[in-house]
DNA sequence: CGCCCGATGTGCT
DNA sequence: GCACATCGGGCGT
């Protein structure tokens, strides 16, 4: 079932991202994503991720070099990269490796954890089951777009941030070809970078 | 459940 | 000019 209290805890560091992105993206799964703003909480554990890594990686962003939309990518690890996509979908990443290394873990699903009201509110007229189970649907949820892109995942002041979760038994995590790029080339196209779990 | 399709606007060629 | 790391509604199975 869903908590309703926690003890308090800390945004991962950044060390944490300054690491292979298809480990983080790995390590991501069953981590606690949170959204403070103005006394309220809403958050998820992450349950689905994709990593994208680097230039040479053509289903990447940041495949064309660094751009006014990518430029985050390129920066220090443990930053959010937020991009605008299909003229109406925001979609949440998390920067990981060193700077100037442009790799990111795209956040593609979480199960609600706190803030169930505040949710249910920003996905009025869905059911609860599709509330935050695709990219875009958790950063409506959320309330995730243009105004966090670039801010600094380690500092709870961000107002966003991703915390230590639930354990998940490495059994559980399966992984498989990212969605959605169905015209990016081989062998890119069929690396297994998308991590979920198996049953939630 | 699955497939199909329109919405909608920005970034890069 | 067109592709796009998507979503939700409609309708068939």
New binding site residues.
Partial sequence: MYNTKRMPEYPLNQSFYNRQVIEVAYDLIGKRLVRQMNGFQISGLICET?A?DGMSDL????R?GK????AVMFGPPGFAYVY??????W?F?VVTGEEGYAA?V?IRAIIPDTGLEFIANN?Q??DKQ?WVD????LT?ALMIDKSQNGVNLSNSKSGLWIEEGAHIDKSRIIHGP????D?TPEPWRSKPWRFWVETI
């Fill in positions: 994709e994208y289903a990447c962003h940041a064309v751009t006014n939309r990518t605008f996509t299909y003229g109406m979908h979609c990443n990111a795209l996905r007229g869905i599709h695709g990219p875009a649907k409506k990212r969605i959605g790029i015209r």
